[in-house]
């Protein structure tokens, strides 16, 4: 199937930076979008930052301005730039991949993929 490894998370000081990246590996035949999600304590997970394969971005209201994310197609990997990190960004962050997958028998389908997750913590 396919696999998402991320890695990048940490512990930064507020107003510090982090920078998170996803790799997509498996037999993936083309990927639609991914996309990053956090979940802190007692929250529910919520999505923080899209884009999909024509780059088009999406983010979230409270990380405007402050986060950026951006893909590398040929990797299959995607990248979070995190700016000006306050303590309500901490929280897991998770990778997730919609693809084009390829099954036996030469079927594809499309499915969504999640990361392990990675913490990040904002000290104030």
């Known amino acids: 199937q396919v696999q998402l490894v991320e890695s990048g998370g940490g512990l930064v000081q507020a107003g510090g930076s982090l920078r998170l990246s996803c790799a997509a590996s498996?037999?993936?035949?083309?990927?639609?979008?991914m996309s990053w999600y956090r979940q802190a304590p007692g929250k529910q997970r919520e999505l923080v930052a899209l884009?999909?394969?024509?780059?088009?971005?999406t983010y979230a209201d409270s990380v405007k301005g402050r986060f950026t994310i951006s893909g590398d197609n040929a990797k299959n990997t995607v990248y979070l730039q995190m700016n000006n990190l306050t303590p309500e960004d901490t929280a897991v962050y998770y990778c997730n991949a919609d693809v084009v997958v390829g099954l036996a028998g030469g079927v594809s389908s499309s499915r969504r993929y999640w990361g392990q997750g990675t913490q990040v913590t904002v000290s104030s």
């Open positions: 884009i999909t394969s024509g780059g088009t971005t």
């Open positions: 498996g037999i993936i035949i083309s990927i639609n979008a």
